[in-house]
């Protein structure tokens, strides 16, 4: 069932039912008030025989049934003194009422015995303890009466009944009327919800078909948004919806360019490569030496061919995180990287400051981005230069006596494949810093790039909050220096 349905569904389902509801506290209600105003002309009709009730010595019995000693006179035994002997008979559609006397031990007495009330249980008990009064319905020789019945003392009860022939047929017209208003209302509310659920979803109707057009032109995404209309929530789905497509859009887009540049930087060494192999086919042309230098350098492009690969690979995962994440002493990390640049250039200083800090990532890629910087900040040292290294909380600078960064390249000294001049003629690839921006990104960090007042590039990179480790001997701080 679509949700078109489900919804008209429910919005005529919940109409209906209020309109059954109205229809049946109207009628429940007149039915009430005409049986209330049956009631008081009950009430009014058994007065007088009431109150001739209570003129004598005898006990004089009330509305509510309460008595007074007494005797009632001017009537005969049959009827109890009430004089009922002296009214005329009467059936049960007259307005005067129909009067019966049930006696406490359960026998009755009226003018008319073929109308006579006939007695119930509950009436006999009310007979013999003389006291109290209820209304009732019933139905006596095919006529539908309302019988109102009164304690008259230790005479027993006296049951009063007038018909509910004019009640019934109001009440019949009424539900007739009250069942015709449902039967619309409910049509009614089917219409309705119909069609406020075609307009309520109009606009997600809309959506989806936008939506369904993007998937299928996935090649035109840049062209493709949703159209933003008010400020509800709909507006809202479909701003959310456009800044998805937004960074989708930037996330595609950076995949295109990723396998564009890569394929380019990949075009060198691969060309290079098969040229030399080429170049081996006819190698005993070649002297012994020219031999060794072929070998040595496609040994050297495979290693950057190599080394290109790895990093595509790197910068293809991504800025999510794709490791096991746990709690990583990043100055640990910082310190094997700063031993292995010493190893690589024996005639660099590197001079280390760093206190403990404790990062939660992936420790592979971080070691992955610190190693890339100090790389960068030993390729651009002079031979006998140094490199100062600062570890404070989660950031790492890294500074170094080279040329420094030009103007024109720091806007782009973390974009892939983005290369200086000065850097085309050295080794590299161009995306060691782009993974450390991308780990760094990984981890909630930050990257920067700026010049040294008095010479040199400056490189701070953060991996997020830090944490301070369990302190052991030696590691408040670590300071260090050496070639």
Do not use: C
């Amino acid at each position: 069932m679509s949700l078109r349905a489900r919804m008209a569904i429910a919005a005529g389902v919940a109409v209906a039912l209020a309109v059954i509801a109205v229809a049946v506290s109207a009628y429940a209600g007149t039915r009430s008030q005409l049986l209330g105003q049956v009631d008081n002309q009950l009430r009014n009709v058994a007065q007088p025989v009431l109150q001739r009730a209570g003129s004598g010595p005898g006990p004089t019995p009330t509305v509510g049934g309460g008595a007074t000693n007494g005797e009632f006179d001017g009537s005969s035994d049959r009827d109890e003194g009430l004089g009922l002997d002296r009214l005329p008979p009467s059936s049960f559609g007259g307005p005067q009422g129909t009067f019966t006397v049930v006696k406490p031990d359960g026998t009755t007495f009226s003018p008319s015995q073929h109308y006579a009330i006939p007695p119930d249980a509950r009436l006999k008990g009310l007979a013999a303890s003389g006291h109290g009064q209820y209304f009732t319905s019933m139905t006596v020789g095919g006529t539908h009466i309302r019988v109102m019945a009164t304690g008259i003392g230790p005479r027993g009860a006296l049951a009063v009944a007038l018909p509910l022939t004019d009640v019934d047929h109001t009440l019949s017209n009424e539900l007739l009327l009250v069942v015709l208003i449902a039967a619309g209302g409910i049509a009614l509310a089917a219409v309705l919800g119909f069609l406020v659920a075609r307009t309520a979803l109009a606009p997600v109707e809309r959506f989806t078909r936008q939506t369904e057009s993007i998937a299928n032109n996935p090649e035109r995404l840049e062209q493709k948004r949703l159209e933003v209309i008010g400020r509800d929530e709909l507006a809202r789905l479909a701003r959310t919806f456009n800044n998805t497509l937004d960074a989708l859009e930037e996330s595609v887009a950076s995949q295109r360019n990723l396998v564009a540049d890569a394929s380019h930087e990949l075009r060198t060494p691969i060309s290079t490569i098969r040229a030399n192999l080429q170049l081996m086919r006819d190698e005993e042309r070649l002297s012994e030496a020219d031999r060794e230098a072929l070998r040595a350098d496609v040994i050297e492009e495979l290693d950057e061919l190599t080394a290109l690969v790895a990093d595509i690979v790197e910068l293809a995962r991504g800025s999510k995180p794709g490791g096991e994440l746990e709690e990583v002493r990043l100055d640990r990390i910082v310190a094997e990287a700063v031993e292995r640049t010493r190893r690589r250039a024996p005639g660099l200083t590197v001079n280390a400051t760093f206190e403990p800090a404790l990062v939660h990532g992936d420790g592979d890629r971080i070691a992955r981005a610190v190693t890339n910087v100090l790389d960068n900040a030993r390729k651009w040292s002079p031979p006998d230069g140094v490199v100062e290294v600062g570890l404070r909380g989660a950031t790492l600078t890294v500074r170094d006596h080279g040329p420094g960064f030009r103007d024109e390249d720091l806007p782009f000294v973390f974009d892939r494949f983005h290369r200086a001049r000065e850097a085309r003629s050295k080794p590299g690839s161009g995306l060691g810093l782009a993974i450390v921006r991308q780990t760094a990104q990984a981890h909630d960090g930050f990257v920067e790039a700026t010049n040294a007042p008095d010479g040199g590039a400056i490189v701070r990179v953060g991996f997020g909050p830090a944490g301070t480790p369990d302190e052991e001997p030696g590691d408040r701080q670590i300071v260090g220096s050496g070639r």
